[in-house]
């Protein structure tokens, strides 16, 4: 993909905050996506979180805003932008502030667990842009403090996810409220059967683009399974975070109790970890958030529902310290790392009790993922851990075997020795993402 931004017709002060966030070409969703979306039209977008695809549609609607300078009236907003989290509203509402620093253009975010006060000033001001999470969103409306008769652009992001979490329901009561004529766009990983007839009643004759997340992911990352029992897990996990290589690392875990357990054990060894997940304050979240953004905590440790859209740049590993019962989270867990452009590592600790979760994760992304040696696995036929057979199971070497093995991702990874998991493998250029080897950085307010 070599067209460049300034080919997709966008204007230069935004070619100007996209050149400042070092964004040099289009993701495939982006150059696919707006052209369709300054023209008017209504999107389906097939993508998840790593695409780009919040500024495939930000990009477009800002445009589109400041090109048509009408004041939103009080209470009401130009766009909205629904999303199921409030750590995917809070960067969706920054992203449109850095791609629109310099139109001047009114961006403001609601989600719940935190006081209304603020967000009611906010509203009452009218705004251009509203990035909302659907229930503290009908809980405003509710109280007459939100008007939708401005709105010309409705952006429903993680369709999918919002079905999981149980927010369907809110956008079926949202969706009425808003005005028939609009420019609507729809966001999903998956497309489940509601998520299909939901599309009937909310797009019209909708552009379709769907960028296959699975494959174009999971293929960047360098993945890798280790054997180990339960009890050997967190000295393992401690053992591999000796190696300094590992600059920042997103730990996961099925629980809360396990995020809790492990990140507790980490900062009792001396490395500095912290756990978010929902039973955490937002307060606490933002915090742990931040300290792992900017680098003072090296490790974060987070369930898949905390972990939903976390967004920061220079994940050099993700470790799934309990493989996911559902094979699409693994598959947004890894995403995490390999980030726009940049290849991840992903490392998965497997028990006897997950084989059936490996399997079931092998087949959704349709690769082996090649097992990988380490200090703390029994040797070999001694118990049901790691007692399989080194070919048996997916036909990679293992227990410190070694390269020359077929693999689906043509051999290319180290394997098996000490040390191999801090180093990142040499980076392919993918025609767009940021510069290879950026410093981590912060969206600008
Ligand atoms: P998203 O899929 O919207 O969550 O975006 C994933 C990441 O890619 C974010 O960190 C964005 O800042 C980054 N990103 C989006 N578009 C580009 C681009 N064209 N070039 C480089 N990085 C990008």
Do not use: W
């Not at 693994?330 to 490996?358: M, N, Q």
């Not at 990679?396 to 075997?401: D, R, V």
């Amino acid at each position: 993909m070599t067209l460049s931004f300034s080919e997709l017709a966008l204007v230069e002060p935004i070619q100007r905050a996209l050149r400042a966030e070092n964004y040099e070409h289009p993701t495939p969703i982006q150059a696919r996506a707006i052209p369709h979306l300054l023209a008017g039209r209504d999107l389906l977008g097939i993508a998840q979180t790593g695409t780009g695809k919040t500024a495939a549609f930000a990009l477009p609607i800002l445009q589109r805003l400041a090109a048509n300078r009408v004041p939103a009236p009080r209470n009401s907003m130009r766009t909205l932008v629904l999303t199921p989290t409030r750590e995917l509203a809070l960067q969706i509402a920054e992203s449109f502030r850095v791609y629109g620093r310099h139109l001047g253009l009114r961006t403001a975010v609601i989600f719940g667990g935190v006081g209304q006060g603020p967000q009611v000033d906010e509203l009452r001001r009218g705004l251009d842009i509203l990035v909302a999470t659907p229930g503290r969103l009908l809980d405003l409306h509710q109280q007459g403090h939100v008007r939708y008769d401005a709105l010309s652009v409705f952006v429903l992001d993680e369709a999918d996810r919002m079905l999981d979490m149980g927010f369907i329901r809110d956008i079926r009561r949202i969706v009425p409220l808003l005005p028939k004529t609009r420019q609507s766009l729809l966001f999903s990983a998956t497309m489940p059967d509601e998520i299909n007839r939901l599309i009937g009643t909310l797009l019209k004759d909708p552009v379709r683009v769907e960028v296959t997340p699975a494959a174009t992911t999971v293929e960047r990352i360098d993945q890798r399974v280790m054997f180990v029992d339960s009890g050997n897990k967190r000295a393992l996990l401690a053992s591999l975070l000796k190696d300094g290589a590992i600059a920042r690392a997103l730990v996961f875990t099925r629980t809360k109790h396990a995020a809790n357990r492990v990140a507790e054990g980490l900062a009792k060894g001396g490395i500095g970890a912290e756990a978010i997940h929902g039973n955490k304050s937002q307060g606490a979240r933002q915090r742990a958030l931040g300290n792992f953004r900017d680098g003072r905590t090296r490790v974060l440790v987070a369930t898949d529902i905390a972990a939903r859209g976390i967004d920061i740049d220079g994940i050099t590993h993700v470790i799934n310290f309990e493989l996911p019962n559902v094979p699409e989270s693994y598959v947004h867990r890894i995403g995490r790392t390999a980030r726009a452009g940049a290849d991840g590592i992903a490392i998965s600790f497997c028990d006897h009790s997950e084989k059936a979760y490996l399997r079931d994760i092998e087949r959704v992304t349709r690769q082996k993922i090649a097992v990988a040696a380490h200090a703390f696995q029994r040797p070999a036929g001694q118990g049901p851990s790691n007692g399989h057979a080194p070919s048996a199971h997916n036909g990679h070497a293992h227990n410190g075997g070694h390269n020359g093995h077929a693999h689906g991702n043509g051999g290319r990874h180290a394997n098996g020795r000490g040390g191999e998991f801090g180093r990142r493998r040499s980076r392919r250029h993918r025609g767009h993402g940021r510069p290879h080897g950026h410093a981590p950085s912060q969206p600008q307010a």
